[in-house]
Nanobody, 123 residues
Framework: QVRLEESGGGLVQAGGSLRLSCVAS????????MAWFRQAPGKEREFAAA????????NYADSGKGRFPISRDNAKNTVYLQMNTLKPGDTAVYYC????????????????WGQGTQVTVSS
């Protein structure tokens, strides 16, 4: 079992930045590929970014490519999403997820989920 806890969300103006963190506890963090998904009101949960267990491979949705670099620190059991040049359309609840295997962008692939952190971008 892996428990995930996100933090770092909040209210920010358009053009600003936030860094989301997700701390994992339970089984060996470094065994898991990690990902961030987001869900806006009334919309499906969608992929944002993923990173392999070693950090050597990353995968991005087009919406965040170049703006939302993902990284991880296996010594701290933490994965990060640095969110830059935020837009009102980035407003959503952001979820951290974990899986054993490749860092895919498919929600169904992920076995463990956090409770989410709200990001609100004002215009």
């Amino acid at each position: 079992q892996v428990r995930l806890e996100e933090s770092g969300g909040g209210l920010v103006q358009a053009g600003g930045s936030l860094r989301l963190s997700c701390v994992a506890s339970g089984r060996t963090f470094s065994s898991y590929a990690m990902a961030w998904f987001r869900q806006a009101p009334g919309k499906e949960r969608e992929f944002a970014a993923a990173i392999s267990w070693s950090g050597s491979s990353t995968n991005y949705a087009d919406s965040g490519k170049g703006r939302f670099p993902i990284s991880r620190d296996n010594a701290k059991n933490t994965v990060y999403l640095q969110m830059n040049t935020l837009k009102p359309g980035d407003t959503a609840v952001y979820y951290c997820a974990a899986r054993v295997g490749a860092a895919t962008g498919w929600r169904i692939d992920y076995d463990y989920w956090g409770q989410g952190t709200q990001v609100t971008v004002s215009s």
